[in-house]
């Protein structure tokens, strides 16, 4: 990452806003900076939230893998960086398709120094896709 404390912000915000339009959005896994040792804790992930899914390629084949016959696309809503410049979390609407709905989500990463995400946590209510007809309503 470059030296300057605004440069960092930028770049920060820009990993975040990439990350909802051009990965998770265009359903672009390559688009996103995943270090190679990257680690996601997630709902949707085999072992949930509590159980962390480590690596790449394995975010790539288990986590990554239904997302496109699921994502109708993503609304970027904001982002926001840590005091330290080392963190963001961004704020977004993800468009389901089956069950059609619409998740609200805050994701935090944590990147390194090469500009990598190394570290990332989806928080989400997944009811609307894992119990539709009692999950939450657009």
């Known amino acids: 990452m470059t030296t300057t404390t605004s440069s960092k912000t930028e770049q920060l915000h820009k990993i975040a806003r990439d990350y909802v339009l051009k990965g998770l959005g265009k359903l672009n896994f390559d688009a996103i900076p995943y270090a190679d040792n990257v680690s996601l804790r997630a709902p949707f992930c085999p072992g949930g939230s509590e159980v962390p899914l480590k690596g ?8 990554w893998a239904p997302l496109p016959s699921l994502v109708a696309g993503c609304d970027f809503i904001e982002s926001y960086v ?4 080392n963190s963001v979390a961004v704020e977004f609407h993800c468009n389901i398709i089956d ?9 935090r990463f944590i990147i390194n120094d090469q500009g990598e995400i190394i570290s990332q946590e989806n928080f989400l209510d997944p009811r609307a896709v894992t119990n539709p007809q009692n999950g939450a309503v657009n």
């Open 82 to 85: 840590n005091a330290e410049k």
């Open 99 to 107: 069950p059609a709905c619409t998740l609200r989500v805050i994701d």
């Open 56 to 63: 790449k390629e394995n975010l790539r084949n288990q986590w």
